[in-house]
DNA sequence: TATTGTTATACTCTATAACTATA
DNA sequence: TATAGTTATAGAGTATAACAATA
């Protein structure tokens, strides 16, 4: 308050992260009305991409290690949204399906990012919007994030290095 | 892969957390060069900005629970960084303070930040950053995220509801 | 009685490594 | 021997609540 420093530089990064958390929970809010976790919704969408996937490479496009897909598996295939059907070709695999139920919810789902997004991008005006994403992509193309399907953003989103924070 | 839906919409807002969550990750590991977790950094940053405020106000603007910045300023306080000294005035609060070595640390922490800062916007110009400055800010600004000193983005940025993620 | 700081406890999330079954 | 999936365990991070000192 006292002292306000220099604004020109050093803070667009900060912004970012800021506004980055706040979507973030804001979109985590939704899909918890949705009965979702962030984990939850990334897979639904991973599979609803590609249907027969196997939890090694569903694991590999969260960025994520195999060990953890197998209790949100679990969680959906128990709530009756995915399955596991053993793969004829190989059958130490899985292909992951989404059950009608899953296709259904995964609709529900887009819609509330569609929301998710109108919401968040309220403050600026069409133009702003289309300026902002146009930035945005540039930058992500930038930095090598793929803006495709790999890597989602829910399930610990970019973390190109090894650990963030292990120094204690 | 084989489908490529949508471009236009509802991309914006995951573009932005993923981006957030890079600029934090990538923030994180300057910070740990500095033998700092991001918390260490945030309240180095608080302190440093706000000589002798009590650890109830750093909580706060930490959007953090008191019981939380103790441990932090313990080790910052071993390590000869922050120093507690106690207050005359009500002799409950501790007068936080920056040592000499505190102080040298938020130097070269500020450094950090600007690389980073110039890092992260390096795959654009400079007018494309500046605008990307100011679309963000209008976008914080419309959320009602304090671009000044609150909520610094190392602990916890910006949770406005509850909790994110409880629905188990 | 209310408040500052502290401690103790428990809960959540996550990764690592050992294990099985297939190949 | 190598790989897909699973289980068990441990570690980091965090919040909640009970506590002591001061007001």
Redesign the pocket.
């Known amino acids: 308050m006292a002292t306000t420093p220099r604004v020109g530089s050093r803070r667009t990064a900060f912004l970012l992260s800021q506004l980055g958390s706040l979507s973030a929970a804001r979109f985590a809010e939704r899909t918890r009305e949705l009965g979702l976790?962030p984990?939850d919704a990334g897979t639904l969408r991973l599979i609803g991409r590609n249907p027969g996937m196997?939890?090694?490479v569903l694991a590999d496009r969260m960025g994520?290690?195999?060990?953890?897909v197998?209790p949100v598996?679990d969680s959906l295939e128990t709530r009756g949204l995915v399955e596991?059907v053993r793969s004829s070709a190989?059958?130490?695999?899985?292909e992951l399906h989404l059950t009608a139920a899953g296709q259904a919810l995964l609709g529900r789902l887009r819609a509330a990012a569609e929301k998710h997004e109108s919401e968040l991008l309220g403050p600026l005006t069409a133009e702003q919007s289309a300026e902002l994403a146009r930035l945005l992509a540039l930058l992500a193309g930038g930095h090598g994030l793929d803006l495709d399907a790999h890597r989602e953003t829910t399930?610990?989103a970019a973390d190109p290095g090894k650990r963030t924070?292990g120094g204690?």
């Open positions: 976790t984990s196997s939890q090694r994520a290690v195999p060990s953890r197998v598996l596991r190989d059958r130490r695999n899985y399930m610990r924070a204690k």
